[in-house]
């Protein structure tokens, strides 16, 4: 059953840099118009409380598809901090602080040539017009998977779903790939393009890793906009609408409108 929830509160408060991890440098500081400096830096595996904590807080209480399945905190946890693990040890995460205040992310991950297939499908045969598969009913990816609640299980049942299947969407001069696993600005921020910058950083942090493709799955309408306007493709969407589970239909009516996600692909 759907659970209608309204427009989320701004985040009024910062998650902080407490423990002072060395890090690297991800690129030269930016001056907001107000004279605040942000930073940028590399994430580590000791960010892994800093980073899941944040992106939790603010894929729970501002994604559409999140509020729409009634997820909170807790259900999410355990996911969250698992995937983050996953993620930060690819060192690819982008941290930007102001003084200790985290005030935008961009979490990545990369995959060579010859991780495509085991993460991400088969790649397309010679001349196929690849097409996006769905069945009528996700039951049987659902029920597989090991989390001890619903709404963690349905959120990982979308993201296998999506995965399975995007290796088959990918060029065929793709050498490295780097992928988009979170995005993050502070509602303090916004309006500064401070995630235009985090994300100018982090694709050439992927070059500099030797990735020639760069991609995301786009769950909410912000993120959809922010890929259309940098130059990300659609290879292919999953309507909300079409997501069956036990021939139930689980996310309706998201506060901010989206109605699909979105696999994205760009050439770097």
Avoid at 78 to 83: I, P, T
Avoid at 101 to 108: G, S
Wanted: glycine share 8%; hydrophobic share 40%.
């Amino acid at each position: 059953m759907s659970i209608l929830t309204p427009c989320p509160s701004r985040q009024n408060f910062f998650y902080k840099n407490h423990e002072k991890v060395q890090r690297e440098s991800a690129g030269d500081p930016v001056t907001l118009p107000d004279g605040r400096v942000v930073r940028f830096e590399i994430a580590t595996s000791e960010d892994v409380d800093l980073v899941s904590e944040q992106m939790l807080y603010g894929f729970v209480n501002q994604i559409g598809m999140y509020r729409a399945i009634g997820s909170t905190e807790d259900d999410m946890r355990a996911l969250f901090r698992e995937m983050t693990v996953d993620s930060l040890s690819h060192d690819g995460t982008i941290m930007g602080f102001i003084d200790d205040d985290l005030v935008t992310l961009w979490v990545t991950k990369y995959f060579t040539k010859e991780d495509i297939v085991k993460n991400f499908g088969r790649r397309a045969e010679a001349g196929e017009k690849p097409v996006f598969e769905i069945p009528e009913d996700y039951g049987t990816i659902f029920d597989s998977m090991p989390w001890p609640n619903f709404n963690a299980k349905l959120i990982m049942t979308i993201l296998t779903a999506v995965d399975e299947q995007w290796g088959k969407f990918m060029p065929d001069d793709l050498e490295k790939l780097s992928i988009d696993e979170g995005i993050f600005v502070h509602d303090s921020l916004r309006g500064t393009k401070i995630g235009n910058q985090v994300l100018l950083r982090s694709q050439q942090l992927a070059r500099n890793k030797g990735c020639n493709y760069t991609g995301m799955v786009a769950v909410a309408v912000a993120s959809q906009k922010l890929a259309k306007k940098n130059g990300y493709e659609l290879s292919f969407s999953l309507p909300f609408d079409k997501i069956c589970v036990h021939g139930e239909y689980p996310i309706k009516d998201t506060w901010d409108g989206t109605t699909q996600i979105e696999a994205v692909l760009k050439k770097l």
